[in-house]
């Protein structure tokens, strides 16, 4: 028994042993690749770690050190597992726009950055349909849901947020966050679920705890995320919960649409049809589409309400865009009603967020991995397995592209709108080299529609109902920063009364 422990103890050894080496060499190996990039940091195989440690809490820092450097350029800082390259300047993110899938891949970065085989589980990145489904037949639904839309932002702030007289303080994001889950799942799935306590609560907890969880598997070394990820997995009891709510109706709609089809009068226009535009046949069962709406509200429900407690801070530091904007969205209430055209016309309202969103970005974003070897029209070449980014907050804090860029200017865009005589390109939603909030080409965010009409609809309902403003002798709640991510300030709280002129 003694003889047999320790001859497995030695096994063991030996194994890891042999493994350690193995991730040394490959390290050596890939550092030696990449030697022609100069490194923000060190880049020593040993004292990388150190630096590697030091990304996690202050990466953006880093990323900016290398921006003022090489800007136009590459840099590279050491990360725990790997190394990652930052690129910058138009030309460059051009050649990221441009390159196909099979030479930089997006989804691989992806599943790097948020786990997503541990964290979701592996088929829905293999097959992700739902994202065909997010970018069209629900985009193409807005219009027609719109009424929906807005009469579940009128409920969730009466419920959430009473108009009251007198001031009071409540939570930010907190509350954000209830009236966004509200809102984006009477879309999704209707009344009554969208205002189920326990199912808002999943959709809620499900993005909060798969971006904790993929950053603690993040923290660990490449050779053990496998273990780390298995044993820090909860997607099976996250689907049960889902179950327990969808499961009955996803199992009523694939039924109805298997024995009278699509042309019934009484289909329901909700994500769960839209999903069956979409989905191959193998994957129409409830299982499936719980977890795809479930990964939906993730991606809907995390960025759509990080980017209103954002604008509502701006708001509330800079109380004197609350009389432009509330004019703007009088008129065109007054004009059209809440609808999605009158949305477009909320030009002030977009530019606001835009500008909130511009000072508001992660460090780094746009992250590719590159399947081949790749060369950037500069003349710079990466080897294959490299992962590249780009420096977001400091491209759009750049004061060649942006004049005074640390000054939050509301109607920046909609004075940038007004002199190219443009109508489309400065909004939210367009994609440019200068603005990366919702990335670029083919890969820009397929909700990006839904969530500026959403985010639209929801200050602008603040600004017609409430007077918002900053606790006495607060400044605007800074935001924080991990891993080059950023959130805004989570705890901060923001004074709320009925509006009284
Ligand atoms: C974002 O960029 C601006 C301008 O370069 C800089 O002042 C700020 O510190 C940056 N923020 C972070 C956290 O990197
Ligand atoms: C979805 O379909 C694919 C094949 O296209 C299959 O491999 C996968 O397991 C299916 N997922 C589910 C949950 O049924
Ligand atoms: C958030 O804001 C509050 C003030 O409302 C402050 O006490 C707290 O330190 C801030 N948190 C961070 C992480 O900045």
């Not at 969530?451 to 200050?459: G, P, S």
């Not at 920063?481 to 300030?489: D, E």
């Amino acid at each position: 028994m003694v003889l047999e422990t320790s001859t497995i103890l030695t096994a063991a050894l030996g194994f890891l042993g042999a493994y350690g080496a193995y991730v040394w060499l490959n390290a050596v190996s890939t550092a030696y690749k990449l030697r022609h990039i100069p490194t923000i940091g060190s880049s020593g195989i040993i004292t990388s770690y150190i630096d590697a440690y030091r990304y996690l809490s202050r990466g953006h820092e880093m990323i900016q050190e290398g921006y003022k450097k090489f800007h136009g350029n590459a840099f590279k800082i050491p990360l725990m597992s790997r190394w990652l390259v930052i690129v910058s300047g138009p030309q460059m993110l051009e050649d990221i726009r441009r390159a196909d899938n099979d030479l930089m891949s997006f989804d691989e970065a992806v599943k790097e950055t948020i786990q997503t085989d541990y964290t979701m589980g592996k088929h829905l990145r293999k097959h992700p349909f739902h994202i065909a489904t997010v970018r069209t037949p629900l985009t193409r639904n807005i219009a027609v849901r719109f009424g929906d839309i807005k009469d579940e932002v009128q409920a969730a702030f009466a419920d959430i947020l009473p108009q009251k007289d007198d001031w009071t303080a409540v939570p930010a994001l907190g509350t954000v966050m209830q009236v966004v889950v509200r809102t984006s799942n009477r879309l999704f799935v209707g009344l009554p679920l969208c205002r189920n306590p326990d199912y808002m609560a999943l959709n809620i907890e499900f993005t909060i705890d798969v971006m904790q969880r993929a950053t603690k598997i993040n923290k660990y070394p490449a050779f053990l995320k496998p273990i780390a990820g298995r044993l820090l997995t909860k997607v099976h009891e996250n689907l049960k919960r889902m179950l327990r709510h969808v499961g009955p109706m996803i199992e009523e709609q694939l039924e109805q649409e298997r024995l009278y089809g699509r042309d019934r009068e009484d289909r329901p226009n909700n994500l769960i049809s839209w999903l069956l535009e979409d989905a191959p046949e193998e994957n129409r069962t409830v299982e499936d589409f719980a977890m795809r709406i479930l990964t939906i509200n993730f991606a809907a429900i995390h960025t759509t309400s990080q980017a209103l407690t954002q604008a509502i801070y701006d708001l509330a530091a800079h109380p004197e865009y609350i009389a432009p904007l509330r004019e703007e969205v009088e008129n065109v209430i007054q004009a059209e009603g809440w609808t999605k055209l009158s949305m477009g016309k909320m030009r002030k309202v977009d530019s606001f967020i835009k500008e909130s969103q511009r000072m508001a970005i992660g460090a780094v974003q746009l992250s590719r991995k590159l399947l081949k070897d790749f060369t950037f029209s500069n003349g710079l070449t990466l080897p294959a397995g490299t992962h590249v980014a780009v420096a977001t907050n400091a491209t759009h804090m750049d004061e060649n592209i942006y004049e005074n860029p640390h000054e939050f200017n509301g109607f920046r865009f909609l004075n940038m709108r007004d002199e190219d005589g443009e109508n489309i390109k400065h909004q939210i939603v367009s994609l440019s080299p200068e603005s990366l909030t919702f990335g670029t080409g083919r890969h820009a965010c397929p909700g990006r529609f839904f969530a500026a009409n959403e985010l639209k609809c929801m200050l602008g309902f603040i600004v017609l109902n409430y007077d918002v403003k900053l606790p006495d002798g607060m400044t605007r709640p800074e935001s924080s920063w991990s891993q080059g991510r950023i959130a805004p300030n989570n705890t901060a709280k923001v004074l709320f009364r009925k509006r009284q002129d």
